[in-house]
């Protein structure tokens, strides 16, 4: 009796403890207020009465009334603590500003929600083609030590410049966060970037609603689906990553979770050239090192479906086709440094024959542009972004130069073409900046070797091959580099000759990794102890652009206008059958 009278007192209890935190229900609309739109661009349009599952949800647009301006009937759906009412796949065709009101009436309560679209009329044509190209995490530092490194500079001067600084018709400052956080993720950026429209981290092509299954949340159609639908061009994804890492993804998939990887690799069919890394997805799970969670050989699809398959840089050389999948590593490709200098088999790991970005650019090109209605191409240099996160700046420095000649590829195209819009930015930065230089002709080392103001000298990379990579990643005088963000860590200031680690994780914290500098000092923490990597950072991010329609680029910009930038320059009409 006393046990059941405890019981029912303790159940009684928690009932007024959930009703006390049980929050005002709330009413969120998605796309977002501010959201900006292509005419015609396809949506699905959502909202959720998040808290109470008996809502009943009114939508006006305009003072219209939802269903009768889209001529659809909306999917209506109720759990116990959530209303969803749905279009799918609508379109605004007009240009203007839109205010989209919603209602939900529960419990003799109503709730009110008001959000504003702006709707933009599509361009005439400029440019038949578009390449954008995404140094992955290539901050404004990034951009400068690769300067320093491929052209060097003397007495105060540049010996030249970078080829991404001489796309020149449009300079601008983009802003990178996402709707839900400052500091964003490649996903959620290069979704912006793929469909106008801000995401959340870990998000691509899609606004967040509460479906736990990552592949229903509110679409946003994206570039890929826009170029094909409306004009018949082609589509490229080229990386040193993963084809199914973020930056390619965003441009074709759409889902919550950039890990749904297995889903990724299929939704690359929809791209005609694909190149990088991350075979492991595409072959079945019961070859070894693969990473699928089912039998599907993606491979064999491909190859059925037309395109020519491509495992090294001698098959890539020799492919021929309208479309290209080239695989060329299990995981991320290695890096320009290990991959075409060092060569060490150890960090290779079987893939010795792996092609170049300007390569495998050079090849998308030559296939995308047999297309008469143009093509979309997206360059990533992935690895400048990797690098820094294990805070490995030469290899993140070789890798942005070699990003750049492959942007040189591109120029050289364009040069011939007179048509084609380049597009050279990033996605986030680093906190990395370049604190002066490093040396120990005096004896000294550590910090004490760090030369700032005046006795930051000059370093000596030297390019005598002229082939634009510094012939020695450690010269007698190097950079000094500095990092804003990272976990316990040891600094030599020394280059590695193996990409290292700076932190290992044991339990829910970082150690730092002595393997890193065994002659280091450590350098203690300065982001939370559960982060075993240097982090992204809110930095604006350059961007260059040259070529018809590039003018839309100035000032401080929002990175979904790089979206708009892109549909403006090939005059996209969605709105157009
Ligand atoms: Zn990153």
Redesign the pocket.
């Given at each position: 009796m006393f046990l059941q009278r405890l019981l029912l007192a303790v159940s009684v209890l928690l009932l007024y403890a959930s009703a006390a935190m049980a929050a005002d229900p709330e009413l969120v609309v998605l796309p977002i207020d501010r959201a900006k739109f292509l005419a015609g661009q396809k949506f699905d349009l959502e909202v959720e009465f998040r808290g109470a599952g008996e809502g009943e949800i009114k939508l006006l647009i305009d003072g219209s009334d939802a269903a009768k301006l889209f001529g659809k009937t909306p999917v209506i759906k109720h759990s116990d603590t959530l209303s969803s009412y749905r279009f799918n796949d609508v379109t605004l065709k007009n240009s203007g500003v839109f205010k989209v009101e919603a209602t939900a009436t529960a419990g003799g309560k109503t709730y009110k929600k008001n959000v504003s679209y702006t709707v933009v009329a599509p361009q005439s044509t400029k440019a038949k083609n578009v390449i954008l190209f995404i140094g992955?995490?290539m901050g404004l530092p990034s951009r400068q030590i690769a300067r320093i490194l491929s052209k060097g500079i003397t007495q105060g001067k540049y010996n030249g410049l970078l080829d991404m600084e001489l796309l020149n018709d449009g300079t601008a400052l983009i802003n990178t966060s996402g709707y839900d956080s400052l500091v964003t993720?490649?996903a959620n950026s290069a979704s912006a970037y793929a469909t106008g429209h801000k995401s959340v981290v870990n998000a691509m092509g899609v606004y967040e609603n509460s479906d736990p299954d990552p592949l229903a949340h509110p679409k946003v159609e994206n570039i890929a689906e826009l170029v094909k639908r409306t004009r018949g061009m082609s589509v490229g994804l080229v990386t040193t990553s993963n084809i199914t890492d973020a930056t390619p993804a965003a441009m074709v998939a759409h889902t919550r979770r950039r890990a749904e990887q297995n889903f990724i690799a299929g939704e690359m069919l929809k791209a005609d050239v694909v190149m990088g890394g991350g075979s492991w997805q595409f072959i079945p799970q019961s070859t070894p090192g693969s990473r699928r969670k089912d039998d599907r050989n993606l491979i064999e699809e491909f190859k059925s479906k037309g395109y020519t398959f491509a495992g090294a840089r001698q098959e890539l050389a020799s492919a021929t086709g309208d479309k290209i999948l080239g695989l060329f590593n299990l995981d991320n490709m290695n890096v320009y440094l290990d991959r075409e200098i060092l060569k060490n088999p150890d960090v290779l790991g079987g893939f010795t024959d792996q092609p170049n970005l300007m390569e495998m650019t050079r090849k998308a090109i030559d296939t995308l542009s047999k297309n008469k209605n143009g093509f979309f191409l997206m360059v990533e240099g992935a690895c400048i972004?990797?690098q820094l996160?294990i805070m490995d700046w030469q290899r993140s420095a070789y890798d942005t130069i070699e990003f750049d000649k492959a942007i040189a590829v591109a120029r050289e195209f364009a040069a011939r073409d007179g048509s084609t819009l380049i597009i050279a930015t990033a996605d986030?930065s680093h906190g990395v900046s370049i604190v002066g230089t490093y040396h120990e002709r005096d004896g000294k080392n550590g910090r004490e070797a760090v030369r700032t103001y005046a006795n930051s000298i000059y370093p000596t990379f030297a390019d005598a091959n002229g082939d634009g990579f510094p012939d020695d990643p450690a010269p007698d005088v190097t950079l000094a580099i500095g990092y804003a963000n990272h976990p316990d860590y040891y600094e030599d200031f020394k280059f590695h000759t193996k990409p290292t680690a700076p932190a290992i994780m044991s339990g829910d914290a970082a150690t730092a990794n002595i393997a890193r500098a065994p002659d280091g000092v450590m350098y203690r923490g300065n982001i939370p102890v559960n982060e075993s990597q240097e982090v992204?950072t809110a930095d604006d991010v350059p961007l260059s652009a040259a070529g018809p329609g590039a003018d839309y680029f100035k000032g401080v910009m929002d990175n979904t206008e790089v979206f708009f930038g892109i549909v403006r320059a090939l005059g996209l009409d969605p709105t157009k059958k």
């Open positions: 992955d995490g993720d490649s972004d990797k996160h986030h992204h």
